[in-house]
């Protein structure tokens, strides 16, 4: 693998970029595999990555239907926080946020973190009682932020209207290493480190049925042909349920339209990732300049990567609020993704009733920003057989009513 | 140089001039002018700078599908980035500046980038700028955010309004060309309510600038008559400047009318949404000129053949003096031919068909033009506008053979049906390789709900490019439509076009063909994100194969025109690259909008105060009017406190808490969920949805009950009242009201659906009044009216009466501790009733309170608060609610949840009351710290405070908390977190602060 730095785009300016390779090799299926990951997408590919660093498995095969990175890792609005109330939420995101920092150095790939800080905006006493609560909470888990009073949000993003008629901003829940990164870099970035360790990274290549034996997984069935391994790892958001009725157990997950729009590009004007979940909607500005947002998800289950045209609407009109600035850019482009979501609306990564199969899912509206830390503590748990990072998040806490819940307080005061 | 001439175009009125400004310097047009024509009638060619390499940009196209040509508009809050000149129309005053330059148009420091082209290739930003790590935040990123984006940002509040419009139609027709017109009338004559829209202010599309011949008349005259018969047809709704923005599930549409950007003096909205839902909609939107691939194809002065034509006979502006036609096929004869005609020079048309063209070339040859067959354009010459090209072989590398000196060039590189609408929800495409281009695939079409195909392709939208096809293709999808959707009245015939007879187009993905690296690194594909040739290819090489990776890795097509002009010639040097076919390589995902809509109009009137309804009480003026604090709870306001001049909120929820314990408080409670729950099965109905017995409550009686949902955990609470043998009348929290309702319908409706129990939402139908405090009873009955002793109606019970003049239904429940009447009169009353307390409460020294009073008093007293003690984990086990269980019964919704392991492990955390030592005020939301660490390196915890307030009827803070196995450990104390590295200590104790024996609620 080529060294990307400057010196090595000046070397090949002068011999008009003839000498870049492929950044991930082009490969088709061995027999057999120690590893096969379904699903190439961050979280498929990072488990690849880690499995092959952290503990020295590389003969490891992923397979993808579309192209890598082609699901909702290259759909999402790419915020990255680790302000979750929950322990188990907060170790594992965190753990995330921690590994982004260095990623662009790790992949040798520029991934363009950009921890430019995320605001939760509070508009109603009960969201500031929440908010203060995981402020107190992310204290104790190492977990850096801290409640802001309407003022400092108006100072750190000038455009937001605080003093709205309707829902005035009466704080927020500020963690200043939060940010974006470059989505699609994150994807090329791992396959491309997989791609050198030696790891065959196959597009085009649809799963289409789970090889068993005597309730010990064999391998699988592609467009390929069918391909052997020793465990199998299921990652595929969206389509988790379908591959789980292939594996031949159900998941509690529900697959649901989550959309995302951006604007036409303009000069700088915000320089913090801002999220207000009164009124369903955030908002960043990309580096190209388009406005980023998204809002909730469609109200029915859907596999068609795309929504409903009120969702948008909500989602615009909550942002025309609270950056009244909005108004007059002009939307370029909506698009949606297939989400997986949860009971709990946490995740699922854990062993299975099919010895050898592990799942990694349920990140549903908010796995961009777990895909190195969901990589490396899957890669553990599929090496080792366990990891403390998710150990709470089995598929069996359903079973229990062990809920890792993040969407708390259902209620509102009498 | 670029020019208006003496007569002609056939849009403007040369009666009427128009002043505007450009970068501060002062243009005339006409009216009827775009932006773009009228700059390029005051010649000034280049326009503004490219996205990356801040490249010189000129006009490249006329309508809808340009690239380049995008300028900051108006001023304050008028101000509009990014806004395209060729679909702007001009008006008096109109004040434009271009973008992405520093410091000015003609002088763009950004420009240095052009030089360092090479080693910013696509994707160069991934394999640089990784080392040191902070640099990417601090310095490289500012810098790149700086020098990309393109307009500037609006600072000024909106000034416009915008609206929405709903239509129901049987046959949307999208695109006024002919195959639209065809399709309308026909559809129109045979019945169906039609609705036809087109995004320009003009009907009649190519074919009237071409001017062909249909049924023997001039395509204009043609257009004219049929407008004429569709203005007469009630049924048919005709709207220019409205563009079809997208199409979802279900036939439904989204268009965007765009009513006063052209006359921004007049009143009333600027943009409305319209949102149809159509029976069939037909997508009769063209095609679009593709640009051909050769270097220097980006420097101002080249544009797309038809946008010269356009210009010249639209708008009477010719680009050029001297123009070169480039082409692959026959239609750019046409510029060439009316370029001719009016007088201007046509030095060659490179034609890079060996064979050359047919009917038109031959017109063109018997004008006097000379045609250059197999010939290429191997440069263009001139930096901020042409002044020549250098011809070459397009079978060979791009040998110079000679130059032409030429301000203009017209190129063709065939033309794509404009297929966004019919792929956006599904439809799919096939390519054609006799015409070099992807068109609607019949066999695969969008179904709608019914499975049936709800967009119907017609014209050249379809693959019919040529004019006889066209509109016979629209006359026969308006037939077919109208007869979906269900309508089959007389029709005519297909109107017959005619066409002079074309020689088939030659694919031309590169000129010339074997292009050297020099020459392909100068091929622009995308023109405003600077993607050429060479980046494509390079894309391939690096392994970025599927369509969507080089799109991504290049950026290509995702500028602001999303790759109108770039996608089909950008794919099609993908699948060279690749050595695959185009239809292997595929297009990229199609996605609303199909051009950009302004963020305004999809909020609509939802702004501001109209944000979101404000619910109101029947007595919220009265708290307006007395200085209420609002906090909005849902979508109501609820009063806070009602502080006086010169008090603080927090000295008036102190106040109110004294004056409600010792005296008498009112409350407006209206905005409590009330929800009437009847019919035979309601009884049987109710115990399954609370934990408690519900069927067996006496009529007059009152129960605190709780609801779960399927996973156990408490979602809502409050007191049931039941009102006669069938009906019951459900409290619900504020926030809870919608929701609860949602929840028992979904419950009746699909899994109870043959019980016989009907849910209505009176909550608005009456006004609640709380009447607390130990003077409560004497303040109720110095009105007069039922009886209200303790005999007569003894806590937790309810009986209708008159009080005063008021029909009361009267509910002797607390939520405070305090004797407590809460009085519901018909939301009519409800203010009369509020002021007859006030005025008789006056010798009582009664007073309002607001929420936090509110809550403070309930905290007081121990009872818990939906969303404050529970937060969707918590089950009522937890908060001691056992004895709210029923234990007799079978079942009911979260009985099996709240059975499971760890719902029934004897460690959970439960709920206590806290005391301070100190007697501070724990901060809401701390957590109660454990020993230690867990595996994760977290501080372990033992609990949480859940409501937290300073008393006043104690004088000290107090609290109640979830702390694991609270109840077992009173007396114990425990630390909570106060701050960074701070805590405060708690002790354990009753979560009942106040009254324990209950003696005052029952008072
Ligand atoms: C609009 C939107 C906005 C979002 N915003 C954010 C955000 O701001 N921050 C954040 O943290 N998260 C966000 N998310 C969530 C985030 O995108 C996802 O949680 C995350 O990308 C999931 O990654 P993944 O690898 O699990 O799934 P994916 O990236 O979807 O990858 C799954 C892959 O599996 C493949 N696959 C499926 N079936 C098969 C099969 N049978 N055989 C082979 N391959 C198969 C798919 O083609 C796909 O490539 C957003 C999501 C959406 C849709």
New binding site residues.
């Given amino acids: 693998m080529k060294h990307y730095s400057v010196f090595a785009v000046a070397r090949e300016a002068l011999r008009q970029h003839t000498g870049w390779d492929r950044a991930w090799a082009k490969a088709e299926p061995k027999k057999k595999y120690d590893v096969i990951i379904?699903?190439?997408?961050?979280?498929?590919?990072?488990t690849a990555y880690y499995l092959g660093k952290n503990h020295g498995i590389r003969n490891v095969a992923i397979?993808?239907?579309?192209?890598?990175?082609?699901?909702?890792?290259?759909?999402?609005?790419?915020?990255?926080?680790s302000n979750y109330l929950q322990d188990p939420s907060a170790a594992i995101y965190e753990k995330s946020r921690s590994l982004y920092e260095t990623l662009s150095q790790d992949l040798n790939y520029n991934i363009m973190f950009s921890p430019r800080g995320v605001m939760m905006l509070a508009q109603t006493q009960h969201e500031i009682r929440g908010y203060q609560r995981t402020a107190h909470a992310n204290g104790l888990q190492g977990v850096e932020t801290a409640f802001i009073g309407p003022d400092k949000v108006k100072e750190l993003c000038p455009i937001i209207n605080i003093s709205g008629p309707r829902y005035p901003v009466l704080g927020a829940l500020w963690q200043p290493r939060g940010g974006?990164a470059r989505?699609d870099a994150v994807?090329w970035g791992y396959a491309r480190a997989c791609s050198a360790m030696g790891m065959d990274i196959i597009q085009q290549?649809?799963?289409?049925g789970i090889r068993r034996d005597a309730g010990k997984v064999v391998g699988v069935d592609?467009?390929k042909g069918p391909i052997d391994c020793d465990k199998l790892a299921l990652?595929?958001?969206?389509?988790?349920g379908?591959?789980a009725n292939?594996a031949g157990f159900r998941l509690p997950v529900e697959s649901l339209?989550?959309?995302?729009l951006v604007s036409e590009p303009i000069k700088p004007v915000m320089d913090v990732?801002v999220m207000a979940n009164t009124v369903h909607g955030?908002m960043?500005q990309s580096d190209k300049g388009e406005m980023?947002i998204?809002g909730g998800t469609d109200g029915f289950n859907n596999y068609t990567q795309r929504g409903s045209f009120h969702h948008i609407e909500e989602t615009v009109r909550a942002l025309v609020e609270t950056f009244p600035m909005i108004s007059r850019l002009k939307m370029l482009r909506q698009?949606?993704?297939?989400?997986?979501m949860t009971g709990d609306r946490s995740?699922i990564l854990s062993k299975t009733p099919v010895e050898g199969i592990f799942v990694?899912?349920g990140?549903?509206?908010?796995?961009?920003?777990?895909?190195p830390g969901?990589g490396w503590a899957m890669a553990e748990l599929m090496a080792k057989g366990a990891s403390p990072l998710t150990e709470e998040f089995s598929m069996w806490r359903f079973r229990e009513g062990k809920f890792i819940d993040e969407s708390v307080a259902a209620g509102v005061a009498h | 140089m670029s020019t208006r001439l003496a007569e002609g175009g056939r849009l403007i009125d040369r009666s009427q001039a128009v002043k505007f400004t450009f970068n501060g310097k002062h243009f005339k047009g006409f009216a009827g002018d775009t932006l773009a024509s009228a700059l390029l009638a005051n010649d000034q060619m280049m326009v503004g700078r490219s996205f990356k390499y801040h490249r010189p940009r000129g006009v490249v196209a006329a309508g809808a599908e340009e690239p380049n040509a995008l300028v900051n508009l108006g001023k304050g809050g008028t101000f509009e980035p990014n806004q395209r000149a060729t679909t702007t129309e001009v008006f008096d005053g109109l004040a434009a500046t271009s973008q992405n330059h520093w410091p000015s148009l003609e002088f763009d420091v950004g420009a240095i980038n052009t030089y360092l082209a090479r080693f910013l290739p696509a994707g160069f930003y991934y394999k640089m700028f990784i080392h040191p790590r902070p640099f990417w935040k601090y310095i490289y990123e500012p810098f790149i955010r700086q020098s990309a984006g393109l307009g500037k940002a609006p600072k000024d509040r909106d000034a416009d309004t915008y609206e929405h419009f709903h239509a129901f139609v049987d046959v949307l027709v999208i695109g006024g060309g002919i195959a639209g017109l065809a399709a309308a009338r026909e559809a129109g004559r045979a019945g169906a309510r039609v609705m036809l829209i087109e995004q320009t202010a003009d009907w009649g599309g190519r074919a009237v600038v071409d001017g062909v011949k249909l049924g023997g008349k001039d395509a204009g005259v043609w257009v004219k008559d049929t407008l004429q018969e569709l203005e007469t047809m009630p049924n048919v709704d005709l709207r220019r400047r409205t563009m079809g923005a997208g199409v979802y599930d279900h036939g439904y549409v989204l268009a965007y009318e765009r009513l006063r950007d052209h006359v921004p003096e007049m009143d009333g909205p600027r943009h409305r949404l319209w949102r149809i839902r159509a029976r069939r909609t037909i997508t009769a939107t063209g095609a679009i000129e593709r640009p051909l691939s050769f270097a220097g194809n980006d420097v101002p002065g080249v544009l797309l053949a038809s946008a010269v034509r356009d210009y010249l006979v639209n708008f009477g502006v010719s680009v050029g003096d001297r123009t070169v036609v480039v082409t692959n096929n026959d239609d750019a004869y046409r510029t060439a031919l009316a370029l001719h005609s009016h007088g201007l020079i046509v030095p060659a048309i490179v034609d890079a068909r060996p064979q050359g063209g047919g009917e038109l070339a031959a017109a063109a040859k018997a004008a006097g033009i000379r045609v250059a067959n197999g010939m290429a354009v191997a440069v263009v010459k001139g930096g901020k506008r042409v002044t020549g090209v250098t011809l070459c072989l397009q079978a060979g590398e791009g040998a110079p053979l000679e130059e032409i000196a030429c301000d203009c060039v017209a190129m063709s590189g065939g033309w794509s049906p404009v297929v966004h609408l019919w792929s956006h929800c599904g439809g799919k495409l096939s390519w054609d390789d006799d015409q070099a281009m992807f068109r609607p695939d019949a066999g695969r079409p969008p179904t709608g709900a019914d499975g049936a195909p709800m967009v119907i392709a017609a014209g050249t939208a379809n693959g019919h490019l040529a004019t006889a096809g066209a509109v016979a293709d629209g006359w026969a999808a308006g037939l077919a439509a109208a007869k979906a959707a269900g309508h089959a009245g007389k029709t005519g015939t297909a109107p017959k076009g005619e066409d002079a007879a074309a020689a088939a187009p030659l694919p031309v993905w590169l000129m010339p063909q074997g292009a050297s690296y020099a020459k392909r690194s100068k091929a622009w594909l995308d023109f405003q994100n600077d993607v050429k040739v060479s980046d494509v290819q390079l894309a391939a090489q690096e392994g970025f194969e599927s369509v969507e990776h080089a799109k991504r890795y290049t950026t290509l097509g995702m500028a602001t025109d999303q790759g109108k002009l770039s996608n089909i010639n950008g794919l099609a040097t993908l699948s060279n690259a690749l050595n695959v076919t185009i239809p292997q390589v595929g297009t990229t995902t199609f996605r609303p909008p199909y051009t950009p809509i302004s963020m305004g109009a999809i909020a609509g009137v939802a702004r501001d105060a109209l944000f979101q309804p404000v619910r109101k009480t029947p007595i919220h003026d009265w708290h307006e009017a007395n200085g209420a604090d609002f906090e909005p709870v849902g979508q109501w306001r609820r009063p806070y406190a009602f502080p006086r001049k010169g008090e603080s909120v927090h000295d008036a929820v102190m106040r109110e808490v004294k004056n409600t314990r010792t005296n008498v408080g009112l409350l407006d409670a209206s905005t409590l969920g009330k929800l009437v729950v009847t019919g035979p099965d309601a009884g049987r109905f109710l115990d399954m949805l609370y934990t408690n017995m519900i069927s067996t409550l006496p009529v007059g009686k009152c129960r605190y009950g709780l609801m779960c949902n399927e996973n156990g955990f408490l979602i809502d609470d409050g007191v049931v009242a039941r009102i006669d043998e069938q009906t019951w009348l459900c409290h619900t929290t504020t926030g809870g009201a919608e929701r609860i309702h949602g929840h028992m319908e979904d419950w009746l409706q699909c899994e109870w659906w043959d019980w016989k129990v009907y849910v209505a939402n009176v909550t608005e139908q009456f006004a609640q009044i709380g009447v607390v405090g130990p003077k409560a009873r004497d303040v109720l009955e110095s009105l007069g009216g039922m009886d209200l002793s303790k005999e007569a109606l003894p806590f937790m019970q309810w009986a209708d009466g008159k009080i005063g003049e008021f029909d009361a239904r009267v509910y002797r429940i607390s939520f405070s501790g305090e004797l407590s009447y809460e009085v519901a009169v018909p939301a009519s009353q409800g203010r009369a009733f509020w002021d007859a307390l006030l005025k008789a409460g006056e010798a009582h020294g009664i007073m309002p309170y607001g929420t936090e009073c509110l809550h403070i008093m309930r905290a007081e007293k121990g009872f818990i608060m939906i969303g404050d003690e529970t937060d969707g984990t918590v089950i009522p086990q937890d908060l001691n609610l056992g004895w709210a269980i029923s234990k007799k019964k079978d079942d009911y919704l979260g009985k099996r949840a709240q059975e499971r392991s760890h719902m029934t492990d004897p460690n959970r955390w439960k709920l206590v009351g806290l005391e301070t030592l100190d007697g501070s005020v724990i901060p809401d939301g701390a957590y109660a710290i454990g020993d230690g660490v867990n595996a994760n390196g977290q501080r372990n915890t033992q609990g949480r405070v859940t409501s937290t307030y300073f008393s006043p009827t104690l004088g000290k803070g107090i609290a109640m908390g979830l702390v694991l196995n609270g109840p077992d450990r009173m007396g114990e104390v425990i630390e909570f977190t106060k701050g960074k590295d701070v805590t405060v200590k708690a002790r354990i104790v009753d979560q009942v602060f106040y009254d324990k024996a209950g003696e005052k609620q029952n008072a």
């Fill in positions: 379904v699903g190439a997408g961050g979280h498929g590919l990072a397979l993808e239907k579309g192209w890598l990175g082609g699901g909702n890792t290259g759909r999402n609005t790419t915020i990255i926080r974006t989505h994807a290549c649809e799963v289409t592609t467009t990652v595929t958001a969206g389509h988790i379908v591959m292939m339209a989550l959309q995302a990732v955030y960043s980023v998204g698009w949606g993704g297939i989400v997986d995740p990694n899912c990140w549903g509206t908010g796995g961009f920003k777990a895909i969901s």
